[in-house]
């Protein structure tokens, strides 16, 4: 874990793409899509089928290593609302364990608006904790500080000639510091869009400016993507 400072709070982003949250004692992911797997499979797209295990399997690593005692998830933690349903047992006999041992809440998103708690945990549109809004979609023009997921943003990188591409936060810096962040997605089976595209810099606003937040071991590197002209 590496310690980040945002909306005068103190939190640590963990290796894995998740959040943690010491005053909360909360650990916070984004859009996992369970179940991506079989979704596909339906639709004739053979891939291997063991994405839900590898996400759970990831979150109960993250708990263990902070001790988080709630859980909020961003949104999309399925890939569809019937999701849910599919869930082999194996898989489900995971989520429901760690919906036992956490307070567990689902903010619901866009791929997932009518998924059901069938497995434990409370279910919601959208929270307000300790002066922060947690919502899957970054809403143009809030100026509260803000936490969201949804466009799975990627940094574009080039070390030593070779092009990389790494999961990343972005957040926006307003007139009072570092006001909203779009965390990276977590699932197993999540692709990205560029951490710089114009409708991240969009969602982002109002900002003065917009920066990508990668782990980079012992601290968080921070790679300028947008400045407001002066």
Request: glycine fraction near 10%.
């Amino acid at each position: 874990m590496v310690p980040l400072s945002f909306a005068h709070e103190e939190f640590a982003l963990l290796r894995n793409n998740a959040l943690y949250w010491p005053r909360e004692n909360a650990l916070l992911v984004a859009d996992l899509h369970l179940e991506k797997g079989s979704f596909f499979a339906r639709h004739g797209q053979m891939i291997p089928p063991y994405d839900s295990r590898e996400t759970l399997e990831r979150i109960a690593n993250a708990i263990r290593e902070t001790g988080a005692r709630r859980v909020y998830t961003l949104g999309d933690n399925f890939h569809d609302s019937a999701g849910s349903q599919r869930l082999e047992d194996h898989a489900a006999g995971m989520l429901a364990a760690l919906t036992t041992a956490t307070d567990w809440v689902w903010i619901t998103g866009n791929h997932d608006p009518e998924m059901e708690a069938r497995y434990g945990g409370t279910l919601a549109e959208e929270l307000g904790i300790g002066g922060l809004v947690l919502r899957h979609e970054a809403r143009k023009g809030e100026t509260r500080p803000e936490l969201s997921g949804h466009f799975h943003p990627r940094l574009k990188l080039v070390v030593q000639g070779r092009h990389i591409r790494r999961p990343c936060a972005v957040v926006g810096h307003g007139d009072t510091g570092a006001d909203r962040l779009i965390m990276p997605a977590f699932g197993a089976y999540t692709g990205g869009m560029d951490a710089a595209d114009p409708v991240i810099i969009s969602a982002m606003q109002p900002a003065q400016s917009v920066d990508a937040l990668v782990h980079a071991g012992k601290k968080v590197a921070t790679f300028p993507l947008w400045r407001q002209a002066a």
